[in-house]
């Protein structure tokens, strides 16, 4: 489970997160809804202890991110997968490479055998061709990038996932692969994610629940029901934005 | 300029404040080349890539500039020649003022250009796309990864490229001495063992070795630390050149003084 209690961030005078609580159960889908500049990003990253709360704590499995020790934390990282926005590839490696990277355990990682099937397998569950292996990141599109970050985020078999805007910059179609491909992985797979994404169509198809954040605090949590019965002014907002008819979740 | 005087101590305050933190965040950093030496399957192949990229790649441009170096400083000896001196002596000055001070010096500053300003540049850039941070979310260490193979890679090939540039001078500044002057290559060869001393090739090898932790050092924790986009990537770069050329110059000085026991 992923708990965020109380996180407060600020970076200069800017307040980012402002007593944030947030929780994650096991084995759901959490779409953290929110518009550009939010903070989505900032309060995902707290989850991996890649960025350190001002104030609050953030829990995964009963563990305090924040007070553990570097290999504790690093032991922790390695049962989360974290999907990059722009799929943060190694550009001096290739797509195998990049994947292998993911296996985080070392005598998986030494073992040429297996890293050969393990990438494989990545690839074949990231709907990507075995040949992709050979190619660079250059070499890829966006949408190829993506999934490729994807099963980076998968080799170590982690416990969560975590997508940070899984489909931005991709056009409708591609980001309705990257969905569906988000949404098999989680039934596949059967780990936990959080999803941060502004796309609130994508978030209605995937995700179990659904959190808004705006102004450094959720104002809301709920089901997709919840979400369209709301009548919380920030909510109609956002949703109304995005969808003249928000009949299209049914 | 009462409002200013005023501003004055919050200035003064801010910039020890960020020195403070810059030597904070390089102990750090230094700290964790420490413990990343424990993970040496990762580090040990890509020290070889590394120590292949700075030693096989600069090799030509050391070799020219060096050579260059040795030409010009034996055509200023023949320029500032005396008569009065035995001609065994522009064996000695040429030699020595390669081996001291122009191989190992002009060397670094060469790779400080070349191999600092990419350090700072790739890892600025994998700074700013979140690779860094892609490293660190798979549990794995940044300093083994990348700043280990390349700190070390500039430790040992700085001087092996130092010698190579020493000897290209030498000979340059031998040949081309014997266009301006009428020395035989027994003056020359005489005069160059007559003052030598072992621990000058030794020197030349220490501040070398010093060079390879700077012109990698530094670029590596600027880069890490940089900051913005593509703005961040280029104010890195040229950070770490200039920080690096001065440190060079830096320890040039301390180094004469220490071990030269002036």
Same mark, same amino acid.
């Given at each position: 489970?992923?708990?965020?209690?109380?996180?407060?961030?600020?970076?200069?005078?800017?307040?980012?997160?402002?007593?944030?609580?947030?929780?994650?159960?096991?084995?759901?889908?959490?779409?953290?809804?929110?518009?550009?500049?939010?903070?989505?990003?900032?309060?995902?990253?707290?989850?991996?202890?890649?960025?350190?709360?001002?104030?609050?704590?953030?829990?995964?499995?009963?563990?305090?991110?924040?007070?553990?020790?570097?290999?504790?934390?690093?032991?922790?990282?390695?049962?989360?997968?974290?999907?990059?926005?722009?799929?943060?590839?190694?550009?001096?490696?290739?797509?195998?490479?990049?994947?292998?990277?993911?296996?985080?355990?070392?005598?998986?990682?030494?073992?040429?055998?297996?890293?050969?099937?393990?990438?494989?397998?990545?690839?074949?569950?990231?709907?990507?061709?075995?040949?992709?292996?050979?190619?660079?990141?250059?070499?890829?599109?966006?949408?190829?990038?993506?999934?490729?970050?994807?099963?980076?985020?998968?080799?170590?078999?982690?416990?969560?996932?975590?997508?940070?805007?899984?489909?931005?910059?991709?056009?409708?179609?591609?980001?309705?692969?990257?969905?569906?491909?988000?949404?098999?992985?989680?039934?596949?797979?059967?780990?936990?994610?959080?999803?941060?994404?502004?796309?609130?169509?994508?978030?209605?198809?995937?995700?179990?629940?659904?959190?808004?954040?705006?102004?450094?605090?959720?104002?809301?949590?709920?089901?997709?029901?919840?979400?369209?019965?709301?009548?919380?002014?920030?909510?109609?907002?956002?949703?109304?934005?995005?969808?003249?008819?928000?009949?299209?979740?049914? | 300029?009462?409002?200013?005087?005023?501003?004055?101590?919050?200035?003064?305050?801010?910039?020890?404040?960020?020195?403070?933190?810059?030597?904070?965040?390089?102990?750090?950093?230094?700290?964790?080349?420490?413990?990343?030496?424990?993970?040496?399957?990762?580090?040990?192949?890509?020290?070889?890539?590394?120590?292949?990229?700075?030693?096989?790649?600069?090799?030509?441009?050391?070799?020219?500039?060096?050579?260059?170096?040795?030409?010009?400083?034996?055509?200023?000896?023949?320029?500032?020649?005396?008569?009065?001196?035995?001609?065994?002596?522009?064996?000695?000055?040429?030699?020595?003022?390669?081996?001291?001070?122009?191989?190992?010096?002009?060397?670094?500053?060469?790779?400080?250009?070349?191999?600092?300003?990419?350090?700072?540049?790739?890892?600025?850039?994998?700074?700013?796309?979140?690779?860094?941070?892609?490293?660190?979310?798979?549990?794995?260490?940044?300093?083994?990864?990348?700043?280990?193979?390349?700190?070390?890679? +500039?430790?040992?090939? &700085?001087?092996?490229? !130092?010698?190579? /540039?020493?000897?290209? *001078?030498? =000979?340059?500044?031998?040949? #081309?001495?014997?266009?301006?002057?009428?020395?035989?290559?027994?003056?020359?060869?005489?005069?160059?063992?007559?003052?030598?001393?072992?621990?000058?090739?030794?020197?030349?090898?220490?501040?070398?070795?010093?060079?390879?932790?700077?012109?990698?050092?530094?670029?590596?924790?600027?880069?890490?630390?940089?900051?913005? +986009?593509?703005?961040? &990537?280029?104010?890195? !770069?040229?950070? /770490?050149?200039?920080? *690096?050329? =001065?440190?060079?110059?830096? #320890?040039?000085?301390?180094?004469?003084?220490?071990?030269?026991?002036?």
């Amino acid at each position: 489970m992923i708990e965020l209690h109380g996180i407060r961030k600020r970076f200069g005078e800017q307040v980012v997160l402002d007593g944030v609580d947030f929780v994650v159960r096991e084995g759901e889908t959490v779409a953290l809804l929110g518009p550009s500049g939010t903070g989505k990003s900032v309060l995902l990253k707290h989850i991996i202890g890649l960025i350190r709360p001002d104030e609050g704590r953030v829990v995964v499995d009963g563990q305090d991110v924040g007070t553990l020790r570097r290999d504790d934390l690093a032991r922790l990282r390695r049962q989360i997968g974290y999907v990059f926005q722009n799929g943060a590839l190694f550009d001096s490696m290739s797509v195998f490479e990049n994947i292998r990277l993911g296996l985080t355990d070392p005598r998986q990682y030494n073992d040429a055998d297996f890293c050969r099937e393990r990438v494989a397998q990545c690839l074949a569950l990231v709907n990507l061709a075995p040949e992709t292996d050979r190619k660079f990141p250059a070499q890829l599109s966006g949408g190829m990038r993506k999934r490729v970050g994807i099963a980076r985020a998968i080799a170590g078999a982690p416990k969560y996932l975590l997508y940070d805007e899984p489909t931005s910059g991709l056009d409708p179609v591609n980001a309705d692969i990257i969905d569906d491909l988000v949404k098999r992985l989680d039934n596949e797979l059967g780990v936990t994610s959080v999803m941060v994404t502004h796309d609130v169509r994508g978030a209605f198809r995937v995700a179990d629940r659904l959190a808004l954040l705006m102004h450094g605090r959720i104002v809301l949590q709920g089901s997709q029901e919840e979400f369209l019965a709301s009548t919380a002014p920030e909510v109609k907002a956002f949703l109304e934005r995005d969808f003249e008819n928000t009949s299209f979740a049914a | 300029m009462a409002n200013l005087a005023l501003q004055a101590p919050h200035f003064v305050g801010r910039a020890v404040l960020g020195s403070l933190a810059q030597v904070g965040r390089f102990s750090a950093l230094v700290f964790e080349l420490g413990r990343g030496l424990a993970e040496w399957r990762i580090w040990i192949p890509r020290t070889m890539t590394e120590a292949y990229n700075i030693g096989y790649g600069s090799l030509f441009i050391v070799l020219l500039i060096s050579g260059f170096a040795g030409g010009v400083t034996a055509l200023q000896a023949g320029y500032q020649w005396q008569s009065s001196l035995p001609m065994y002596v522009l064996g000695t000055l040429i030699v020595s003022s390669i081996v001291l001070e122009l191989g190992p010096v002009l060397t670094a500053l060469i790779l400080a250009g070349r191999i600092g300003a990419r350090y700072a540049a790739e890892l600025g850039t994998m700074r700013v796309t979140e690779q860094i941070d892609a490293l660190e979310s798979l549990g794995r260490s940044p300093s083994s990864h990348l700043i280990i193979p390349r700190v070390l890679s +500039g430790l040992v090939m &700085v001087p092996v490229l !130092t010698i190579f /540039a020493n000897i290209m *001078a030498c =000979v340059a500044g031998w040949y #081309l001495v014997k266009q301006v002057l009428p020395i035989t290559d027994a003056d020359f060869v005489y005069g160059m063992q007559y003052y030598w001393r072992d621990f000058d090739g030794w020197y030349s090898l220490i501040k070398a070795f010093c060079f390879g932790g700077a012109i990698t050092l530094i670029p590596c924790y600027v880069g890490f630390n940089t900051k913005g +986009g593509a703005e961040g &990537v280029g104010r890195a !770069t040229t950070t /770490a050149v200039v920080s *690096a050329s =001065v440190l060079i110059l830096l #320890l040039d000085v301390l180094l004469a003084k220490i071990l030269l026991n002036n």
